[in-house]
């Protein structure tokens, strides 16, 4: 079955660590984002990526960074630049155009701060 | 004051009850409109797509309408059922110079109980 995969679903990073988000999918998707979900906020976007080796800062991009080197992965790391991590991260996808078609979301990882 | 607001911002039923939940929102130009379902700790998954020359749309138990000339969209669900609880948001995606912008509301929390 094809869907979009995020992987671990919990992480617990220790002050002034990078880690990574893993963010894979087999949908044959050009486009991939990154969001950001916090209590009593919408969605926000940190990074976008619509082409293999191209990726754009969305709203929220400081302390942040990715990498599209396959079609198919789209990493989010969270540096120790980013204050306040702790939140849900969500990846997604489309076929391709932000926002003409419809976004496939993965199940989301939660990092927590320590 | 959020560009995308939901109301109510929770909301108890009992099962087999019907519900609408409101959307309103002030950003253009206006490209389409959506309303995604959050289950806790899950990514969002979609519900309905509208665009301009749409009023209504049913996936199922739900029924989603827009007035694009009041900026205003509603969710009906009939007969609601325990698995219905859960997060609804409403997504407006808008035209942009640099493509389509999707902006969230920050959601109804919905619980439907015995």
């Known amino acids: 079955d094809g869907g979009i995969t995020q992987s671990p679903k919990y992480l617990f990073r220790k002050e002034g660590q990078n880690v990574t988000l893993s963010c894979e999918q087999n949908?044959?998707?050009?486009?991939m984002y990154w969001y950001r979900q916090d209590p009593g906020q919408g969605l926000r976007l940190i990074y976008y990526?619509?082409?293999?080796?191209?990726?754009q800062k969305g709203d929220i991009a400081e302390g942040y960074s990715v990498s599209r080197e396959k079609k198919e992965s789209f990493p989010l790391t969270v540096t120790s630049a980013q204050k306040n991590p702790t939140a849900f991260y969500l990846c997604?996808?489309?076929?391709?155009?932000?926002?003409?078609?419809?976004?496939?979301f993965g199940s989301g990882t939660r990092l927590t701060v320590v | 004051k959020n560009q995308v607001e939901q109301s109510p911002q929770s909301l108890i039923i009992l099962e087999g009850k019907n519900c609408t939940l409101q959307?309103?929102?002030?950003?253009?130009?206006?490209?389409?409109l959506r309303w995604y379902k959050q289950d806790t700790g899950r990514g969002p998954v979609s519900l309905t797509i509208?665009?301009?020359?749409?009023n209504t749309k049913s996936n199922g138990r739900y029924t989603a309408t827009l007035d694009a000339d009041t900026k205003q969209s509603s969710l009906h669900i009939t007969a609601s059922q325990l698995s219905d609880s859960a997060s609804y948001i409403c997504v407006v995606v808008i035209l942009t110079g640099g493509g389509n912008k999707l902006t969230f509301g920050t959601g109804t929390q919905l619980k439907v109980e015995l």
């Open positions: 959307c309103n929102y002030t950003v253009s130009p206006f490209s389409n």
């Open positions: 509208m665009t301009f020359s749409e």
């Open positions: 949908l044959n998707h050009d486009a």
């Open positions: 997604a996808s489309t076929r391709g155009g932000q926002g003409r078609y419809g976004y496939t």
């Open positions: 990526s619509q082409i293999v080796n191209d990726f």
